[in-house]
C-alpha cells in the first residue's frame, strides 16, 4: 500500500494551492479518503473526507467555504484544493486511506506534505 502526497509549498496568505494524494496497492475505489493536517505542537487534527464514492463529504469548520476535497477513482486519487489560505493553515498535510476488508478496518498513511502560508 502507497500513499504520495505531492503539492505542498510555500503560499501567500490568500493564494491557493491543490495537494493530490496518488495510491497504489489497494482497492481504491472501496476507500474512504480524508486529509488531516499537523501544525507545529499541535495534535493531527481532520479537515476534509469523501466517502468512497465520492458523494459525501464532511469539512472541519476552519476550512468550510475554502477547501474542496474531490477524487477520481478510475486515477486512483484525491485532491485537496485550498483557496483563501491563512497563516494558520500551515502544517504537514497527510493523506490517509480507511477500508474494511474480511471484517477487518485498515488505515493507512501518506508521508505528508509540508503547506506553509506566510508573507
Known amino acids: 500500500v502507497q500513499l504520495v502526497e505531492s503539492g505542498g509549498g510555500l503560499v501567500q496568505p490568500g493564494g491557493s494551492l491543490r495537494l493530490s494524494c496518488a495510491a497504489s496497492?489497494?482497492?481504491?475505489?472501496?476507500?474512504?479518503m480524508s486529509w488531516y493536517r499537523q501544525a507545529p505542537g499541535k495534535e493531527r487534527e481532520l479537515v476534509a473526507a469523501?466517502?468512497?464514492?465520492?458523494?459525501?463529504?464532511n469539512y472541519a469548520d476552519s476550512v468550510k467555504g475554502r477547501f474542496t476535497i474531490s477524487r477520481d477513482n478510475a486515477k486512483n486519487t484525491v485532491w485537496l484544493q485550498m483557496n483563501s489560505l491563512k497563516p494558520e493553515d500551515t502544517g504537514v498535510y497527510y493523506c490517509?486511506?480507511?477500508?474494511?476488508?474480511?471484517?477487518?478496518?485498515?488505515?493507512?498513511w501518506g508521508q505528508g506534505t509540508q503547506v506553509t502560508v506566510s508573507s
Open positions: 490517509k486511506a480507511t477500508y474494511s476488508a474480511y471484517g477487518v478496518r485498515y488505515f493507512h
Open positions: 496497492g489497494f482497492t481504491f475505489s472501496s476507500s474512504a
Open positions: 469523501i466517502r468512497s464514492a465520492g458523494g459525501l463529504t
